[in-house]
């Protein structure tokens, strides 16, 4: 039996002893009765009615859309906005968004069932966002995590059923004053419309809020879509981003811009890898200095607090701490952890998914391979910044947090105060790629905050960043087939050695674990998320997945992409590798492989054309990936990418990206086309970019500019096309990231006949 099927099975820890302990009896009980109805924390103000939980209408007719999802660039305020606005009939200039707190109302529950198996208990879990243990979880804990591209699965159609009740309060309000039936009424640009009158939302929705909400709620046929113009890469949109006028000008404020009256600032160090716990530091070097509030120390980490940030972080240096712990950890002994893991890998390798019979074929495969990936770290824009103030038994907390209710609840933990103690304001972040699933820094400015007895707030340095927050886990795989007379596989093989990283996500995520313990709890049991999208998306009769669990020093974590970003670069490179040993078009040679697989086939087709696809001949410098994102193939994400790359100054410059893309219907084709723009450059950036090492148990760059991130002068042309699709939506900010680096490659070997196994790509 694969994995898969045993996600529901007996693998105890702590937290589901407790969850599971309802199967004793007593507390089943209580467990089924568990409330059932969770209010919105969306309040009005005078002037203002709410409507759904969801909806606020003003009497000067601004729409306020409350958004339970962390915003930090993908635009997720503007996609949900535009679904309650179309639904409702507003004008797209009279709508404004507010971010909610954490509360089971919004419960994200398509995440809540996709991560099912990170925090069941012993009584299983759904997989299914409407099974009951999926919701009795999701909405008891306050599950409003922004992860996985599941906003619009989660999101869209309760806010198309709150804009659809809100729109039918109004109608009849407007009838009944025009007495006219509703049905003849219609709801345009922010009026109901009869005849030659209109009357604008903000004079019907206080009294519209005295009428009963309709059961069910008359949502209108079509949902909020727009419709992609093959070609036209730079077409308008309707419905403009609405946080584009603030971040332009400046005055749109994130984490680290929050002030308040009094407030003083933070700086931080945490122990190097293997190093983790406070021993010693120099507190007389920093006696009498300026502006110098205080200094904290903590079993983790020497905190200093000053009258500016760059007074703390100066006096920290000067005091230089010290930490003790088993080893600091070096590059060559994380390594030798891989290579003993990658040498146990028969012996250690669970079977996490199994097509046909894979082990029924020559035990001795034709073509193997194996590729290794580097750790790889988050590098968002904003460091971790959050402000706290304590004050008469409550914390006040402002923090860009995915995981608001984990951040709010650690917080509380951390310095003895009941969740319902402390007030979370969710802030917008300047870039995330999941390193702020992480709540380390909210349990530390809450300490700060209690010791000091002043607002404060924390901004991690880049360097502290980087050492604190869990990189991507380092990864080796070994890719084997069997070949048929036709050149194409016959049987596949990809057995992934990796750390248990989803795994040690979810214990930090949902048991509040520290760094080293989620890893300990983590080790050796397989990850079937490790392994996402190793399956190909080819018509192959015999297939084996497995995982290879790898116990080594470093805590890791989940960044952009997902297993995607590493799967999809080994299998689009051996299949590129595979079609060249065969004397075939890799192109063609995939498409002789989608006979199963129309909207796939569809998309390489087009990405071929679209990118001048001329065959991939040696010295072209043209390169094809393709991948899908999801495992049904029917509400999947799909997209192909031609990548054409030549020499330039100082290395290989990629000259141009050209992708064509199947996420279904679009809500707003600009801020998919900006996430598909963005996913490819940050795929690029991992591609081509430095290596993550480690020396003395310090990330290996510890800055931006050491990352040797694309420039703007080195950003590629990029063509981006649309299929358009009345299919499922698919979220498209993960899909860019996981094609951009095996279509470079394969472009790469194209263009030097050199194949790279690793990534970074290593001509």
């Known amino acids: 039996m694969d994995l898969r099927e045993k996600l529901n099975g007996l693998q105890v820890s702590r937290r589901k002893l407790l ?13 089924s009765f568990w409330p059932r109805s969770y209010e919105s924390p969306l309040a009005a103000r005078e002037g203002e009615t709410e409507f759904a939980g969801w909806l606020i209408i003003g009497r000067d007719g601004v729409v306020t859309v409350g958004i339970p999802q962390l915003e930090m660039g993908q635009g997720v305020g503007t996609v949900l906005a535009q679904i309650a606005a179309m639904e409702l009939g507003a004008d797209w200039r009279q709508i404004g968004i507010e971010p909610v707190p954490p509360s089971g109302f919004f419960a994200n529950l398509a995440l809540a069932a996709e991560w099912s198996p990170l925090w069941e208990g012993l009584l299983g879990a759904g997989q299914d966002s409407q099974d009951r243990s999926v919701e009795r979880f999701a909405r008891s804990n306050d599950f409003t995590v922004t992860a996985a591209g599941t906003s619009l699965a989660a999101y869209e159609l309760p806010l198309r059923e709150a804009a659809a009740s809100a729109r039918d309060m109004l109608t009849r309000v407007a009838a009944d004053r025009w007495e006219v039936e509703p049905e003849e009424c219609e709801v345009a640009e922010g009026f109901v419309i009869h005849s030659g009158n209109r009357l604008p939302f903000g004079d019907l929705a206080a009294e519209a809020a005295e009428y009963d909400p309709p059961d069910p709620p008359p949502l209108r046929p079509m949902p909020a879509f727009e419709e992609p113009i093959p070609g036209e890469g730079s077409a308008q949109t309707l419905f403009a981003r609405l946080d584009l006028p603030s971040k332009v000008d400046g005055s749109h404020l994130f984490a680290a811009d929050v002030r308040l009256p009094g407030m003083v600032y933070a700086s931080i160090r945490h122990g190097p890898y293997g190093l983790p716990e406070l021993l010693r530091f120099n507190a007389d070097a920093v006696a009498g200095t300026g502006g110098l509030v205080s200094v904290i120390k903590s079993k983790r980490w020497l905190a200093a607090v000053g009258e500016s940030w760059w007074i703390a ?7 230089r701490p010290e930490f003790t712990g088993p080893g600091a950890m070096e590059q060559v002994v994380l390594d030798s952890e891989m290579e003993r893991a990658v040498e146990q890998g028969p012996d250690l390798a669970e079977r996490i998914e199994t097509i046909g019979e894979p082990d029924s074929l020559p035990a001795e495969p034709q073509v193997i391979q194996r590729y290794d990936i580097a750790p790889a770290t988050h590098a968002p824009l904003e460091t971790a910044s959050a402000t706290a103030q304590l004050s008469g038994g409550r914390l006040k907390l402002w923090i860009a947090t ?17 969740p319902s103690d402390v007030i979370l304001y969710p802030m917008p972040a300047g870039g995330s790629f999941d390193a702020r699933l992480e709540k380390q820094h909210a349990i530390e400015v809450a300490q700060i905050a209690a010791q000091v007895g002043k607002p404060v707030q924390l901004t ?8 604190a927050v869990p990189p991507r886990a380092p990864i080796s795989a070994e890719i084997a087939a069997a070949i048929g007379a036709q050149g194409q596989p016959l049987a596949w093989r990809a057995r992934i050695t990796s750390p248990c990283w989803m795994r040690e996500v979810g214990h930090r995520l949902f048991d509040n674990y520290t760094s080293e313990a989620a890893k300990r709890e983590a080790e050796g049991e397989a990850d079937p998320f490790v392994v996402d999208g190793a399956l190909p998306p080819y018509s192959l009769a015999h297939v084996a997945i497995e995982h290879v669990p790898a116990a080594v020093s470093l805590a890791t974590g989940r960044m952009r992409g997902g297993a995607h970003a590493y799967t999809s670069f080994f299998t689009e490179c051996f299949i590129d590798e595979l079609a060249r ?28 054309r679209l990118g001048d696809w001329d065959g991939g001949q040696e010295g072209s410098g043209e390169g094809v990936a393709m991948v899908r994102m999801g495992r049904n193939p029917e509400t999947a994400g799909h997209i192909a990418c031609v990548a054409h790359v030549r020499r330039g100054e100082g290395g290989i410059a990629v000259r141009q990206l050209s992708a064509v893309v199947d996420i279904g219907r679009i809500v707003n084709v600009d801020i998919a086309r900006q996430q598909i723009e963005g996913g490819l450059l940050y795929g690029m950036g991992l591609a081509l970019g430095a290596p993550l090492s480690f020396s003395s148990g310090h990330p290996v760059p510890r800055t931006l500019s050491g ?3 694309p420039s703007l002068a080195q950003t590629p042309d990029m063509l981006i096309d649309f299929v358009a699709s009345d299919a499922e939506p698919f979220d498209p900010g993960e899909i860019g990231v996981a094609v951009a680096a095996p279509a470079i490659a394969n472009a790469l070997f194209a263009l030097t006949g050199e194949r790279s196994y690793r990534l970074p790509l290593t001509p």
């Open 19 to 31: 969850v599971g302990a309802a199967a004793g009896g007593g507390l089943l009980l209580a467990w």
């Open 313 to 319: 972080d100066r006096a920290l240096a000067k005091m």
């Open 402 to 418: 995915q995981a608001p209710a984990a951040a709010r609840d650690a917080a509380a933990k951390a310095i003895g105060l009941s």
């Open 460 to 467: 991690w340095s880049r360097a502290q960043d980087f050492q």
């Open 581 to 608: 040993n065969a004397g075939r078009d890799p192109f063609l040679y995939r498409m002789a492989m989608l006979g199963g697989a129309p909207r796939m086939a569809e998309t390489l087709r087009r990405a071929t």
């Open 707 to 709: 990352m040797k991130l």
